[in-house]
């Protein structure tokens, strides 16, 4: 891993002001996934789910001043704390980076105001923003709008298949959430819907992807599990109170499946998940 690279990417954004050693860890996570896609000087490369640009920095620094990066996100500006996306995209926009970075916020990618030439990108990125979607039918969708405009997929997201005892609290957590919005119509969670690797390859295919190299990588510094868990909770009670036409056995079972997550968080050693990536033509 190049340590300079790192520096340099992380000196270009507003999180690591705050705390540069989440972010330098967070960094590298992210580098380690674009080397493995093949992120090259110069390319073109649409992310959807951009967020406050922890993955835009890096394919920014990799494709170099003559390539582009184009982010999108649904979310509003305001959305994200301590720093807001747009905040955080300003920051980047304003540094040694920004000049081949773009950004749209509140912007459907399946909108039909949404267009681009065909197969004008390079790349096209979803890196650990899947779950962020509304259903199975939604991910199908946008893969095959991307397959108009990329010529390559780039995948990424926490891999549901459990390694080592200490990934369990952290799958717990996102299976908690993913339980909720089963009873919501909207949502501003960060676990709308959980796909396993093996669910988003099938979507990919049927999309007409075609899954050509996979890995599975493991961060353990990254941060991610103890958020999830301590995001579930501090607002567990916020949602089963939102939820009118839960039934009473399932609630039970969400409070059994919290009290063991509580447990584990008093208790155990707490470690992230790995993810899961693949690149498709």
Not at 122 to 130: A, E, G, I, N, P
Not at 158 to 165: A, E, M, S, V
Not at 179 to 208: H, W
């Given at each position: 891993?190049?340590?300079?690279?790192?520096?340099?990417?992380?000196?270009?954004?507003?999180?690591?002001?705050?705390?540069?050693?989440?972010?330098?860890?967070?960094?590298?996570?992210?580098?380690?996934?674009?080397?493995?896609?093949?992120?090259?000087?110069?390319?073109?490369?649409?992310?959807?789910?951009?967020?406050?640009?922890?993955?835009?920095?890096?394919?920014?620094?990799?494709?170099?001043?003559?390539?582009?990066?184009?982010?999108?996100d649904i979310?509003?500006?305001?959305?994200?704390?301590?720093?807001?996306?747009?905040?955080s995209?300003?920051?980047?926009?304003?540094?040694?980076?920004?000049?081949?970075?773009?950004?749209?916020?509140?912007?459907?990618?399946?909108?039909?105001e949404?267009?681009?030439?065909?197969?004008?990108?390079?790349?096209?990125?979803?890196?650990?923003?899947?779950?962020?979607?509304?259903?199975?039918?939604?991910?199908h969708?946008?893969?095959?709008?991307?397959?108009?405009?990329?010529k390559?997929?780039?995948?990424?997201?926490?891999?549901?298949?459990?390694?080592?005892?200490?990934?369990?609290?952290?799958?717990?957590?996102?299976?908690?959430?993913?339980?909720?919005?089963?009873?919501?119509?909207?949502?501003?969670?960060?676990?709308?819907?959980?796909?396993?690797?093996?669910?988003?390859?099938?979507i990919?295919?049927?999309?007409g992807?075609?899954v050509?190299?996979?890995?599975?990588?493991?961060?353990?510094?990254?941060?991610d599990?103890?958020?999830?868990?301590?995001?579930?909770?501090?607002?567990?009670?916020?949602?089963?109170?939102?939820?009118?036409?839960?039934?009473?056995?399932?609630?039970?079972?969400?409070?059994?499946?919290?009290?063991?997550?509580?447990?584990?968080m008093?208790?155990?050693?707490?470690?992230?998940?790995?993810?899961?990536?693949?690149?498709?033509?």
């Amino acid at each position: 891993m190049n340590k300079d690279a790192i520096e340099y990417i992380i000196n270009c954004m507003a999180a690591s002001e705050a705390n540069s050693e989440i972010q330098r860890i967070q960094t590298e996570h992210r580098l380690k996934l674009a080397e493995f896609w093949g992120i090259s000087e110069g390319s073109k490369v649409l992310e959807i789910g951009c967020g406050q640009g922890d993955t835009t920095a890096v394919l920014a620094y990799l494709v170099g001043e003559k390539g582009l990066i184009h982010g999108i996100d649904i979310a509003s500006p305001d959305y994200g704390a301590p720093i807001t996306l747009e905040d955080s995209i300003h920051y980047l926009k304003e540094s040694a980076l920004g000049n081949q970075i773009k950004v749209q916020f509140e912007t459907n990618i399946l909108s039909p105001e949404v267009d681009f030439p065909k197969g004008y990108f390079d790349f096209v990125v979803l890196s650990h923003s899947s779950w962020y979607l509304h259903s199975f039918e939604e991910l199908h969708d946008i893969l095959m709008q991307l397959k108009k405009w990329g010529k390559t997929l780039c995948f990424a997201e926490w891999d549901t298949r459990i390694q080592t005892d200490e990934q369990v609290p952290h799958f717990l957590s996102v299976l908690i959430q993913a339980q909720y919005e089963c009873f919501k119509n909207t949502s501003l969670s960060n676990v709308r819907t959980l796909f396993t690797p093996m669910d988003v390859k099938k979507i990919a295919e049927d999309a007409g992807w075609n899954v050509l190299k996979e890995t599975t990588i493991y961060s353990p510094a990254l941060q991610d599990g103890e958020w999830e868990i301590q995001h579930v909770l501090t607002d567990y009670s916020e949602e089963l109170n939102a939820v009118s036409d839960m039934p009473s056995k399932f609630q039970n079972l969400l409070l059994s499946e919290i009290k063991l997550l509580d447990d584990a968080m008093r208790n155990s050693v707490i470690k992230p998940m790995s993810t899961f990536a693949f690149i498709a033509k």
